[in-house]
């Protein structure tokens, strides 16, 4: 009898790691993208949110290719990574990443503007957290 090994798949570890590392490139690229054409035309996408949680969820789902729950929470949580870097460029420009010390103080400021109280921003969190959760459900292979 015959034995057939597959010498070239990739394990769970192997795929998730994998997913990781590009995962986390499409998301720091998006973001870096989204937030240098935000802060150019000024004016807020809240639409593209959607579109960068499908393409941080296509980019695991593709080259990762898991079927456990962590491949859902990592599309989720570089789904947020990638609209807070896209966010932070769009308000404070690329000098953001060289302002360390001031990351808390600027954080702070987002948040107050997320949670105002007006509809402009209930809507804009709406939909980030829709993309997010597009970001979480089709992160995974099911």
């Known amino acids: 009898m015959y034995k057939i090994f597959n010498s070239n798949a990739l394990n769970r570890n192997q795929r998730f790691l994998r997913a990781l590392i590009l995962g986390t490139v ?16 000024r004016i807020e996408f809240s639409i593209v949110y959607l579109a960068i949680g499908y393409a ?4 695991i789902c593709n080259y990762g290719r898991g079927v456990q729950k962590k491949f859902s929470i990592l599309g989720a949580v570089l ?11 769009s308000r404070y420009g690329l000098g953001f990443f060289g302002a360390f010390s001031f990351w808390p103080a600027l954080f702070m ?13 209930l ?3 709406l939909f ?3 993309g997010i959760y597009i970001g979480y459900t089709y992160s995974r292979v099911v």
């Open 26 to 41: 499409s998301a720091v690229v998006l973001g870096i993208v989204y937030g240098l054409f935000s802060s150019t035309l």
């Open 56 to 59: 941080n969820a296509y980019v």
């Open 79 to 89: 789904t947020f990574v990638s609209i807070f870097i896209g966010d932070m460029i």
């Open 109 to 121: 400021m987002y948040l107050r503007s997320m949670l105002a109280t007006n509809i402009n921003s």
């Open 123 to 125: 809507l804009g969190l």
């Open 128 to 130: 980030r957290i829709g």
